[in-house]
């Protein structure tokens, strides 16, 4: 029990202190950028060419905390810090993410969290990217391992040379091209869905789901390829066709459990290429998530969404690889004997 505590808190530290090196890290790269949130960077006032005068900059700076040296911005983003009244306002460790500098301090966990009335929360910002996140991850899954296994048993043949070609042309080609093209195809000249997206419609989502699933199968197949080919080698297989079993079942009962544990640790990274290919997956095809909410940020360097959507992404990829560690010993009944040890 005690060494069970023990490594829960373990775990815990190592979560908490990836989290605050990533927010330092990112709290440093956004300050170093050029120019501030306050010059002609929305497109609305660069369109008029509209600009704030350098006193009504000073007073938005003194309003949002930007006239302080860094090193206080940090703390009183991270853990709070006293209002002109006398009160404490705790920060993102109490799940405060801050106020938004684009929308003249609103709070930037409505702008992504909220749900618009009489819709349900998978209509949020948050939800959206979900449920595109989760269908391409499905995709992914269902294409790449199958497509994998299949390259592994056939190969040096037709087939496995084709489909090698076409997997090198697929992480060749940048997911903002495969994006285009297909737009062109199925948008300009098929007429299959409209330029103007309907995201009530599920046709609608096939294109982003597609561009954003691509790559990561791609690079899933080559990886359950490669597993399976290593497990292909061991003596059991051998052991085991030299009693007659069936291909199906040498492959179904002792290559692929073998071959699981490489498979699930390729999703770990397989997952961080779909969440960093939303970013552009959702500006291309407006989609109304969060990376398409990041990209605007970047571009008008709103520092608190900045700063909070990548906390968000960061602490979802280290739970994800806390959980695919959680699942080798359910899998692998010697790794869980070696982690009792």
């Not at 969290?113 to 269908?135: C, D, I, K, N």
């Not at 561009?211 to 791609?218: E, I, Y």
Request: charge should be positive.
């Amino acid at each position: 029990m005690t060494k069970l505590v023990n490594s829960i808190f373990a775990r815990l530290a190592w979560v908490l202190l990836v989290i605050f090196g990533v927010s330092i890290v990112t709290f440093l790269l956004i300050h170093s950028l050029p120019g501030n949130p306050w010059q002609a960077s929305s497109e609305k006032r660069a369109l008029f060419n509209i600009q704030l005068d350098p006193l009504a900059m000073r007073q938005l700076d003194r309003q949002f905390g930007l006239d302080q040296p860094l090193w206080k911005q940090y703390t009183a983003y991270m853990f709070g810090s006293f209002t002109e009244n006398g009160d404490f306002s705790c920060g993102t460790i109490c799940g405060n993410l801050g106020p938004s500098l684009r929308l003249r301090g609103g709070k930037v966990t409505t702008a992504l969290f909220s749900v618009p009335e009489g819709v349900s929360f998978w209509h949020s910002r948050f939800g959206y990217t979900a449920r595109l996140a989760w269908l391409a991850f499905v995709l992914t899954t269902l294409a790449g391992v199958p497509l994998g296994i299949l390259l592994a048993i056939r190969q040096a043949s037709g087939f496995e040379r084709a489909i090698s070609a076409l997997l090198t042309l697929l992480l060749a080609t940048p997911n903002f091209v495969l994006g285009i093209i297909l737009i062109i195809i199925f948008a300009s000249w098929l007429k299959l869905v409209k330029v103007v997206p309907d995201w009530s419609n599920f046709r609608t989502w096939l294109m982003p789901v597609v561009v954003l699933a691509a790559v990561p199968t791609a690079t899933l197949a080559r990886l359950t390829q490669a597993a399976m080919r290593a497990a292909m080698q061991g003596d059991y297989v051998r052991t085991a066709r030299a009693k007659g079993l069936r291909r199906a079942r040498v492959i179904g009962l002792h290559i692929l459990p073998n071959a699981l544990i490489p498979i699930i640790t390729a999703l770990a990274p397989v997952l961080v290429e779909l969440i960093a290919g939303s970013f552009i997956v959702e500006a291309l095809f407006g989609f109304p998530g969060l990376g398409r909410e990041y990209w605007q940020a970047i571009t008008e360097l709103d520092y608190p969404v900045i700063m909070g959507l990548t906390l968000l992404y960061s602490l979802g990829i280290v739970l994800v690889n806390l959980l695919v560690e959680a699942l080798y010993g359910l899998l692998d009944p010697r790794l869980r004997n070696r982690g009792a040890r």
